[in-house]
């Protein structure tokens, strides 16, 4: 039998591990994909980034600096990209998500928040300390926090990051460096926070208690708004004049008015719905943990389910040209032509 102290002393931090090159990528467990230029670049379990230059029909795996969980990934052009996860780990990409380096992990969190507030923050003393006092008390900023979505501007220069219990960072140098968003966000609950989008020029965050947040771009402040549920949103789509926010037991939102008012949207999602994406000429597509993929024809109105050949636990979905979607989730990548 291995001694404990042995064990102990050969354990390495996953963000100081680099990512295992592994057989049969595209069958690992996967938690979004993006389009970058005319790639496609997917993340999820132990570090694993993947990328496909001809559609999705074969993969290579990326160069990562970590092996922790990946949950998001964003590319502002086609060689500038981040990837954010476990142990508060953000990951730069600078050639289309063939290799990576770390620009923040969870070791450096609760300094950053320390620093901001008794530093930089601008508020007078007593209210620093107030904002400094919950967050660490709630947020608990280190390696055991995470990030849900990230997101940046065309220039890949100012950008966000955003996770549980209100974490939330900003940044305006391309992530070289990164500070608390919480002074600008209505959200002194510290309301979990699962994603952030742009979508026709607008940057909306969704989070829990079917909350919406969007930028107003005069104040630069994330200013509420509610879909009139109290469970969790996981995200946020749409195209032209529509929004759809879906979330926990298949609930979907409409809003033709950029979020100032919504409507719940039938539908035969059987759970959670986790992604979404707007298809070029086809509509709105979204998909579930329940291995559904359903489509709208009629900006958000009502819903189709489509047939898929390998049905899994979806967990990110993205649209490529000629009607075809790429899906990941639980079993890996899965491409889907959609008539």
Known sequence: MTPFFASAASFVDPLDEVSAQMHDVT????????????????????GLIIYSDDHGQTWLQAAVPVSTDLNAVFFSDPLKGWAVGHGAA???????????????????????????FEHRSGLDTERAQSYLSAL?????????????????DKAGT????????????????????????????????LLHLTGVRQIEGALYI??????????????KRFVMGEVGYDGTLFGITGRDSTLLAYGLRGHVFRSIDAGRSWASVSNDFAA????????????????????????????????ELLDVPRPTLYTGVVSMTGGQLAMVGLNGVTTLQIQ
């Open 272 to 303: 959670g719905i986790t992604a979404g994406t707007a298809v070029d000429g086809s509509g709105l597509v979204l998909v579930s943990q329940a291995a559904q993929v359903a489509i709208s024809r009629d900006e958000g109105t009502t819903f």
């Open 27 to 46: 069958s690992k467990p996967l938690r979004d994909i993006v389009v970058a230029g005319e790639r496609l670049v997917a993340v999820g379990d132990n």
């Open 206 to 219: 969704t989070g829990e208690r079917g909350r919406v947040w969007h930028l107003d771009q005069s104040s």
């Open 90 to 116: 953000i990951l730069h990409s600078t050639d289309g998500g063939k290799s990576w380096v770390r620009q923040l992990d969870g070791r450096t969190l609760e300094a950053l928040f320390v620093d901001y």
């Open 136 to 152: 660490l008390s709630m947020t608990r900023p280190g390696p055991g926090q995470f990030f849900m979505g990230v997101w940046f």
């Open 158 to 189: 100012n950008g966000y990051a955003v996770g549980p219990f209100g974490l939330i960072l900003g940044t305006q140098d391309g992530g070289k460096t990164w500070q608390p968003g919480n002074t600008s966000i209505d959200n002194d609950d």
